[in-house]
Structures are given as C-alpha cells and as structure tokens.
C-alpha cells in the first residue's frame, strides 16, 4: 500500500507538539508494517539542511503553483526519515516558509497552507507516484481532499487515491474569509451557508477535510466521541455528527527510540523499572541544574506543556495559592500565551527555591524533565491525545490529568480505596474542570508519593505499559483499507 503522509511539522525536522512527534514516527511503523511511505512536509527556515542532510530534487525542478493570481514556485527538497527508509519531501517556497515561526497570524496563513495541499498534489504527478491513500492530518492539509475530488479529478491517475483526515486538535480550524475561497480556487457553491466548508460566514479548511475525505479519525476513542459533543466539538460537531459512520479513534503510539528512559540520549542517567535508581540521580541533577535545594522529601512535579487554554491553565491559576503551600517543587516548561508565561515567571520569582520556569522550546530539558519529575501535571480542559502523559508513565513518572480525551484512555486512576485500583493504576485523576479537583488530585497524590512502596507500584504499574506504534499502525491501515474500498 501507497500512503503520501502529509503534515505541516513532523519529528525531528520541525515541531512545535505532538503533532510533529506523530508525523515522525507514524510513517516509520507503516513502513515497517509492508506500506510504502512518503511524507510531505513544508521546508520551515529553521529546518537545517547540512544537520538534516537535505538534497534538492533536481529531476523535478521548479513546480510553479499558482495562488491568489501570482505563481510561487516550489523545489522539492529530499531526506531520509532517520531509522527508515521513509522518503520525506519538504516544499521549499521561501517566499511562504520563510517565517519566524512554523505558524504564523500573517493575513497569508491560509495562501501558506493552500500551497502545501496543492504543491503535495502537483509533487505527486511529477514524481509520478500515485498514492492509495493521502494521510492528511489536521486543517494544515484540510483542502487536499477537495483537491483530489473536484480540482485535480482531471488528472485520471488519482482516480482511485483515497483519503484519511486525521484531527488531532479540534481547537484549530484554520478559518479564513471569504477570499480564500478565490485564493484555493474552492467552488462558491460549497460557501452557501453551512455548505461543506462555510461556518460563521467563515471558510474553514478544517471542515473541508471532514466534509471530503473518505475517513476520517482522531486520535483517541474518548475524543472520538467527546467531538460530537456541542462542548467539545468547538462548532464542528454538526458536521461530524453527519459523518458520523465515518469518524474512528485511533490512539497515537510512541517512538520508543526516542522515549525510553533505558536509552534516552538526553538525560545524564539510564534507568529501567527493574533499577529505577538512575531516576533519582536524574532529579538531583535536574534541581542542580534549575538551582533549585534537593530535598528527597518533596515532589517534582513537572509540567511541559504548550501554553495556552487548551491546556488547564485556568484552573491551575484558580488553584495555584493552595498548590503552592503544598509539599512540592515545581518545574515548568513550556512556550505560548503571555499571560500563562507571565503566571508561570511569576511564581518562580514568589517561590525561587520551590519553582522553576523556563519559557520557550528545549527539547533536551523536556527529556531531562520527564526523567527527573516524579510527578507530571497535565490539567487539560480537553485533550485529543496527550503524549506527555504516555512518556510520563515509560519514565516512571506519574501523571496527574484530567479526565478527558486521550488522557482518560491512558492513565488509570490509582484509588487509595480500591484493591484493583492498586493492581492497575498508574496515575491520579480528576473529572470536574475546576480548581478544587486539580489540587485534590495533586493532593491525592502527594499522599501516595509519601508512602515509598505504594509510589514504587505505580510507577512500576505506568512503566510496564507499552502504547508502541506497531498496534496503532495496524489501525492506522485498517482505516487506509475502508478509504480505498470507499473512492472505489
Ligand atoms: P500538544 O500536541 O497538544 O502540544 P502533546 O502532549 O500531544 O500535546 O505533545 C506535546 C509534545 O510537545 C511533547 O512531545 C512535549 O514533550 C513537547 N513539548 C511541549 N512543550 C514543549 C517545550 N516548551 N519544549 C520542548 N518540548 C515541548
Ligand atoms: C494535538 C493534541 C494532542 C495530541 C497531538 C498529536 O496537538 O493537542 O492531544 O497528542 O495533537 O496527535
């Protein structure tokens, strides 16, 4: 089977989360799975040719791609996926990737976008490989499914390429006016009001993925089902609800390469849950590093983490004068809104010698957090899937999340009450978003970290997990089947 795999960042050439972690090793464990794979992803300024070993394309030379009345060229640049033998093919136009960040708020964003789906497609016909299915995932890549039915269906060879529209955040929709339209050179028919890519007077590439693709996924089941909701489904549940026979979830896997305490290259100290002393080596070093006291006593608790609503800031506000009179030291990762960040330097400032917060993407401290916190916080008020809370438990570390998404699908509550709990749960949990239940659940598992042996077994319990990608991937191309026998 033929997948081209098509995302707006993936691992290790450009991310800004989970998404770019995904689109790196997905294609990886298709491969190894019998499917041919090509990703396609654009060339970012910050993606190091030299450090990646990009090469250009020469044979197919310059693409020219018209958008809003103007022709842009396109050069494909050419790697290897590292550990595979995945081709990846980057669009190089410097004119639209060219930016200070991978996404940008530029009155452009939707010409940037309409350039990725239509360069994949114009790559396609000149490499002259025909997929069965294109992966898009996320609004990024949200036009490739009209692209394929109406614009492109002149060309006869993608009559039978079939189409996945995988949403891995809902909250994005990539919404522009009307004038988009003309840009993507998208039929006015389909902008009659709610027509298959109109919402709010709004033309929304997002929606259009789930109004034209074959099959459609996210990826986890709770998520599956919590989008249909008109609370979570952030104005596409309609539209979801009406393919709803056609909607799966599918839970991402992990890159166990790059995410095994027993390997990692980042952190100073290896461990495995069969000698977990390597953990403790790594927090004293974290807390040297960050110049914050060790003191065996307390808690790490880490948080690495985007910084926007999305993920439960709110209520880790709303809690935060309890939390901070708790038992624990707190280090804190992560990039994005002004006003978390501002929260975050804040508390570092109130309290130097029980938090630490670093602003802004690092890579390397992510790895050493994961391997030295004892505990990791994810509050999310919804989320997809939530990969730092799988690395969390192969790291031992214990997640505390709330309820939601991908995060109730992969951490078990450990209950103090109940023996099979005991048996089974490899984290704590809490239902309510609100600030109370985020510092009972951080209470609730204070508790148990005071308690050496109960603590031993829950991180022995989330250790002993594997969400490896072989599993997933299998889903993955059950899904590739039903899509091709769909086009057909
Ligand atoms: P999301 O995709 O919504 O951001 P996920 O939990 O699926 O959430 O994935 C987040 C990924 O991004 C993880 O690999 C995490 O380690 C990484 N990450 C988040 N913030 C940072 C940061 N500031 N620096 C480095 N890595 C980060
Ligand atoms: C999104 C989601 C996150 C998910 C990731 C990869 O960014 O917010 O929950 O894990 O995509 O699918």
Request: glycine fraction near 8%.
């Amino acid at each position: 089977m033929k997948i081209a795999f098509v995302a707006s960042e993936a691992v290790p050439f450009a991310k800004t989360g989970g998404l770019g972690d995904v689109a790196g090793s997905l294609p990886k464990a298709l491969e190894k799975l019998g499917c041919e794979v090509k990703l396609f992803v654009p060339k970012y300024l910050q993606i190091n040719e030299t450090k990646n070993n990009l090469h250009y394309n020469w044979d197919i030379g310059k693409i020219p791609i018209s958008i809003a009345g103007q022709v842009r060229s396109v050069h494909l640049q050419q790697a290897v996926l590292p550990d595979s033998n995945v081709q990846v093919y980057f669009l190089d136009c410097p004119h639209y990737y060219h930016r200070d960040h991978f996404y940008t708020n530029h009155p452009d964003e939707d010409e940037r976008f309409i350039l990725l789906c239509k360069g994949v497609i114009e790559s396609l016909q000149r490499l002259k490989w025909i997929p069965n299915v294109i992966h898009c995932n996320d609004w990024q890549t949200g036009l490739l499914p009209i692209y394929i039915k109406d614009n492109y269906s002149w060309d006869k060879i993608f009559n039978h390429t079939a189409t996945l529209f995988t949403i891995h955040n809902i909250g994005y929709q990539g919404r522009f006016s009307a004038d988009a339209l003309l840009k993507a050179g998208i039929r006015d028919d389909y902008f009659l009001d709610n027509g298959p890519v109109e919402i709010d007077k709004t033309f929304c590439f997002m929606k259009a993925g789930i109004s034209f693709s074959d099959i459609i996924n996210t990826v986890s089941k709770t998520y599956a089902q919590e989008i249909l909701s008109p609370e979570y489904g952030a104005g596409m549940n309609l539209v979801l609800n009406s393919r709803k026979e056609d909607l799966y979830g599918i839970i991402n896997g992990v890159d166990y390469d790059l995410w095994n305490p027993e390997i990692d290259a980042f952190i100073p100290f290896r461990y495995s849950m069969h000698h977990l002393g390597g953990k403790l080596e790594n927090k004293k070093f974290l807390l040297e590093h960050v110049k914050l006291p060790f003191n065996e006593k307390l808690p790490v608790i880490g948080i690495i983490s985007r910084m926007v609503a999305q993920k439960g800031f709110d209520i880790f506000a709303d809690a935060i004068d309890e939390l901070i009179k708790l038992s624990a030291q707190w280090v804190i990762l992560g990039s994005g809104e002004d006003k978390y960040e501002t929260l975050f330097h804040t508390l570092a400032q109130g309290f130097p010698e029980r938090v630490f917060a670093y602003t802004g993407y690092n890579n390397e401290l992510s790895h050493l957090i994961e391997a030295a916190s004892d505990m990791l916080l994810m509050p999310s008020h919804y989320e997809p899937c939530g990969l730092s809370q799988i690395y969390s438990l192969k790291y031992g570390t214990v997640p505390i999340v709330r309820k939601t998404g991908g995060l109730a699908d992969t951490v078990q509550d450990w209950n103090e009450y109940l023996r099979s709990d005991k048996e089974t749960g490899t984290g704590f949990s809490f239902e309510d978003y609100s600030g109370f239940s985020l510092f009972t659940a951080v209470k609730r598992a204070i508790a148990a970290f005071n308690d050496k042996e109960t603590w031993k077994k829950i991180q022995i319990n989330g250790m002993g997990k594997s969400y490896s990608w072989e599993s997933s991937a299998k889903e993955y191309i059950k899904l590739y089947e039903m899509a091709i026998a769909k086009r057909a």
